[in-house]
């Protein structure tokens, strides 16, 4: 089974609007990172968080970690129709010899 | 500095035939994945090189298999191909050994008729 799972799998909102989407995980981690994906093409990768950090900001993106309770959330504000993508979340987990991805939430964003 | 390179981009194949495909990692990096993503399974491991030693395999039949080159370029092949084979081959590179960023290449679309 995936050790992280996005939540939603969809979503759709209007440009200007705030994104976020969530991650929930089974272990524990060392670091948890997003990744974006256009649709058919590589993944790019947005931020990395340690286990030892609660929150990180990268221009308009913002991710949060709870370790408590095993997820994290990316938040896009201000959404842009060039944000429209699946986003990604993968858990270099402790017990696990490589990084694990979700299935993904599919972003869509209409001017 | 040059990304990730994938080649080929698109390929058609029929069942029972082979496929190789390159993955060319950035420069200096010397770890290299290999994913499958299909649209019912997402993104699913293959295999992590390091050095030119298999550090990590996936669970893929034996038909799945790579290699990497002491340039770090890698190789995956894959035999008697099956209709669920289609999928986009992803390959990452990274630097070192640690799971921190990976930076992937393009692709490349396997379909099997």
């Known amino acids: 089974s995936q050790q992280g799972e996005e939540d939603p799998q969809a979503l759709s909102i209007q440009e200007g609007e705030n994104a976020t989407m969530n991650c929930s995980y089974k272990?524990?981690?060392?670091?948890l990172q997003w990744y974006r994906q256009n649709s058919g093409r590589g993944l790019v990768h947005l931020i990395l968080?340690?286990?030892?950090?609660r929150e990180k900001h990268s221009g308009r993106l913002r991710v949060t970690l709870d370790t408590s309770k095993k997820s994290s959330s990316l938040l896009i504000t201000a959404s842009r129709a060039a944000d429209t993508a699946s986003y990604f979340c993968a858990t270099d987990a402790k017990g696990y010899s490589t990084l694990t991805f979700g299935k993904g939430t599919m972003l869509l964003v209409s001017p | 500095k040059a990304g990730v390179t994938q080649t080929p981009r698109y390929l058609i194949k029929t069942r029972g035939q082979q496929v190789t495909l390159s993955c060319s990692p950035i420069?200096?990096?010397?770890?290299v994945s290999w994913y499958q993503q299909t649209p019912g399974q997402g993104l699913q491991f293959l295999f992590e090189y390091f050095s030119e030693t298999q550090r990590n395999k996936g669970n893929f039949p034996g038909r799945f298999s790579g290699r990497q080159f002491s340039n770090s370029r890698s190789e995956m092949n894959v035999s008697t191909l099956e209709l669920g084979d289609s999928a986009l081959y992803l390959c990452?590179?990274?630097?070192?050994?640690?799971?921190?960023?990976?930076?992937f290449g393009e692709g490349s679309r396997l379909t099997v008729l």
């Open positions: 272990t524990s981690i060392n670091n």
């Open positions: 968080i340690r286990s030892n950090e």
């Open positions: 990452a590179s990274s630097w070192g050994q640690d799971h921190g960023e990976l930076f």
């Open positions: 420069s200096g990096h010397r770890s």
